[in-house]
């Protein structure tokens, strides 16, 4: 190196002195002078061996001459943000172990400046860095592909021998989500089952157009609802080659470390500027629609911490301290296939999470599901006995006719019909008042009001009064017979005596439903 560079003892010295080199025709001296700006900058932030040094050096190349090709000040936030979250070592052999190349690796390749990549300083402090790392690194030099780094265990901090222990709670949320005629059982599963056997063929075929727009474009798919998680449709047309290789990757390695490689490389996009988010809860679904035996279906990974502390609480289950989703989710997977209910039905298993999180949104008043009423499909009972499946068809038109009835009452926008009651069941109809208190109904297909109220009063005081419940204040036991004149008798005593808001409400079916029902 030049003395005079040598003696320059600041980065914006060095940086005077390559801008002067290379207006006087220096382009030897401005080399020199960029590498010492570099390594002086690199003290300045905190790097002290040879290893870091050269990794922050990089780093600062990078960001040069992307600045260069933008025509503005280019910052890599993202890999900043790795530097000083995992060390410079760790960070760059973490970047290098990746099975695609660093869009860092590509502009300091194209720019003539491979030597200053990560890979080229692995290769040069081999020991500072992992085996695997150094031969990564050497192979992507070479232009072969890297090896494959061994999978760190998702469960690594998870003691698998744990007891599996189901508290009263817990069972009571299975049983409640084994009635084969709630919406879970009846709509959402045979649906999602069908879209994920579809993915699996179409994937191990080549065929990646329809996962391509369901996994990437789709709001609601049948494994997840997306919300407002989606990218702009454009994005992802105009980086749909981008988008398919990745899915690609997610196909050929479902694994929590791949997970966590597809997300840092959004975020570098969205670093890049080509996409205005890093959609966590897409990547998060495409990993779980593609690999339904590894993960559940509760995609947004705030709503899996939610319930993470539910399945501690009363299942034991341990969570893992990472936070990475796919950790967790794998985690939470192989601790239900422990508890041993759901048998060799993953898609069962993978929604079970959602229902609880469904129950527990209910003891909130947060539930997700808009207000409003989706009969039930006559599909859903065919499977029942017939004498049964009559009883069912028979509460859903009465279902039917107490919503209509009771949003006429209170208005639009406050009847529920299925409500999450938070100890494991569902309310037929649910009203929210504007001071957030809520009444309940209960349904029942009985040939007196005596039987309705006997039929139905358990599963009140249950859904209203157990821990979690909904805590309403009135109840109503709901069916078609009139109300004769003892029950009325005890249910005026119940309400004077024992202070428990209990009524009968009436709905009366037009004549011409009983062949609807046949």
Known sequence: MDERIKRLTTPELARTFAKNARERGHPELEIQALAHARTLQGIQAGYTTPAELAIASALYAYEEEQSRIKGRTFRANRTRQMLAKRGALGAAERMVLSPQPSVGYEVLQEAGLQDLSFEAIIVQFPGEFSEIAVQAAQARLDGRPPPIPPKPSADCDVDASAPVVLDSEAREFLAGFND????????????????????ARDLAEGRLDEPFDLLWKSIHNDISNAGRGVLKYDTVDAMRDEFLQVLREIHEDGSPANFEFIVERFETWKTEGRTDKVPHLLIARAFAGVHPQRYHTTVDASSQDRILDWFAQHTGHQVPRSTNWAVRAQALVKHLDRVDVFGRDIHARNIFPWFVLDQLRGRAATTNGPPGHSPRPASAFADLPAAQRLLELRHNLVQNALFAQLEEEFGAGTVWTEYPTGTGGFAD?????????????????????????????????????????????????????????????????????????????????????????N
């Open 180 to 199: 084969p005629s709630i919406w879970f059982q009846a709509n959402w599963l045979p649906r999602y089952r069908t879209t994920t056997q579809a993915i």
């Open 429 to 517: 109809a649910y009203v929210r008042h504007a001071d957030q208190s809520c009444t309940l109904y209960e349904i029942k297909i009985a040939d007196t009001a005596t039987q309705v109220v006997r039929q139905a009063m358990g599963q009140l005081l249950e859904y209203s009064f157990r821990a979690g419940g909904l805590e309403p204040v009135q109840l109503f036991a709901v069916g078609e017979p009139a109300l004769d004149e003892a029950t009325r008798r005890f249910l005026e005593r119940m309400r004077a005596d024992f202070n428990l808001e209990i009524d009968y409400l009436q709905v009366e079916l037009p004549d011409d439903t009983s062949a609807l029902v």
